[in-house]
Structures are given as C-alpha cells and as structure tokens.
C-alpha cells in the first residue's frame, strides 16, 4: 500500500541522477552522414535476405546514409577461429564503425538463420572498455518462402536488446518472396517495398536522433555502482 514515506534507503545517491536534457541533446553534434552496417542470414546464390538488405541500402543512401554492407561468406563458425581471423576482424571493424544496423533473415524452420546468428554471435559485448553494439541502433527485417511470419524479426529484437541496442519499433516482413523481386534481384512495387521504405526512414531518423547521446541514454546507475565499488576496491588495495 502507497504510503508517505519518499525515502529511498537502498539507494546511492551520490550515483544516482535525474535525466540531463543537456546530455540528452548536446550542443556539438555530429554532421557526418549516418554510419548503417547490413547483415544478411543467407549465402545462397540468389539470396533473398541479400536482395532485400541491397534494396534497403539503396534507400539508406538515397536517404543520406553512409552504407556498408558485410559479406559472410568465409565467416568461420563462432569459436572456431581466432579473433583474427581476416572474416572476423572485418566484422568486427565494421561493427565499431556503424552507427545503426539492418539485420536480414530468411526465416528457417520457424527461425533465423545460424548463418546471420553466427556473425552476432562474432561480435562481442564488449572489447576492452568498449561495447561496440551499446547505445546504437537497429533495424529487423525478415523474409519468408510461405506465409507472412513474425518469428525471425522477433528473435532479432531480443537479440538486439541483448546486445544494447535501440530496435526502432518498425519492421518488415516480406512474405514469399520469390515473388517479390524481378530476374534483375530489384524488388517490385508493392506494400512491402513500402514497408521497407517505412523502415529506412525510422531507421535515419532515430539514428541521428539518438546517435550524440548513445552514451548516456544507455548509461545504468547500476553499471556505475559497480564501476565505483570496483575503483574503490583497487584503490584500498593499493593503499594496503
């Protein structure tokens, strides 16, 4: 039951802190174009997660985008070979590189691909203090041979939160998608092209929106409450 008592006795005050609409939305502010990496989940020779994610980055940079997109093929399975394996370290260098991302996936038995979960699963939480996913954003688009389906862009958004991302809520779904694109691999007019359209859009607009403050809108009292109990336990360390 609400009472009137305000006082918060488990709280650090000294680490907590009200929203900064000066960090929220900093002066200095980027001018470059926005920095969006495409992912594709399939290697086949006509790839229909492949045609979608060229279809979009043509929209990113119609749009103003700067686009990058990365080839996984050669991509050693996760674990399977060292960080600097030339596959890797270009996906990871992307990875640091990118403002925003476009993650593409058939839908396969009910799932996304391991082939686009694989090159997730390469790029790490973190890299010495850095976290190269955190604060960024993401958009999720799927394709599928049948029906219309939900379940790859779904396990993406889960991905996407474990990986610190901001998932814009807008997404695609193309369903059949043989029937989508025409023999020169340009996907036809239609309600999903515009979705598409829909989706790039968002995904600009909240890439510039977010991308001076990523930083400090992912930034969590709990992480610096442990960040100050880790510094004070090295200092008396040393003091001993």
């Not at 470059?32 to 980055?57: D, K, Q, T």
């Not at 890797?88 to 990875?95: C, G, P, T, Y």
């Not at 790039?200 to 991308?211: G, I, N, S």
Request: zero cysteines.
């Amino acid at each position: 039951m609400w009472t009137d008592d305000l006082s918060l006795p488990s709280l650090d005050g000294a680490l907590f802190a009200s929203p900064d609409i000066a960090r929220l939305w900093p002066q200095a502010r980027a001018t470059h174009a926005p920095r969006i990496l495409m992912l594709y989940g399939s290697m086949r020779e006509r790839s229909f997660s492949r045609l979608l994610s060229w279809e979009a980055a043509r929209l990113l940079q119609a749009l103003g985008a700067e686009v990058r997109v990365f080839d996984p093929r050669g991509l050693p399975l996760p674990d399977d070979a060292p960080e600097t394996h030339p596959k890797v370290a270009e996906l990871r260098s992307l990875a640091a590189w990118s403002e925003g991302m476009v993650w593409t996936s058939p839908e396969r038995h009910g799932a996304m691909t391991g082939i686009l979960k694989s090159q997730i699963d390469w790029i790490p939480l973190a890299l010495g203090a850095v976290r190269p996913t955190q604060g960024k954003t993401l958009a999720v688009m799927q394709v599928s041979g049948g029906s219309q389906s939900f379940n790859a862009v779904n396990q993406m958004r889960v991905l996407g939160r474990w990986m610190r991302m901001l998932t814009i809520p807008n997404q695609s779904s193309v369903a059949k998608a043989f029937l989508e694109f025409d023999e020169a691999g340009r996907m036809r007019p239609s309600a999903y092209y515009d979705r598409v359209v829909d989706v790039m859009e968002e995904l600009v607009k909240f890439t510039l929106l977010t991308r001076d403050a990523a930083g400090y809108l992912v930034d969590r009292y709990s992480e610096r409450k442990e960040s100050a109990e880790a510094l004070s336990a090295r200092v008396n360390q040393r003091a001993i």
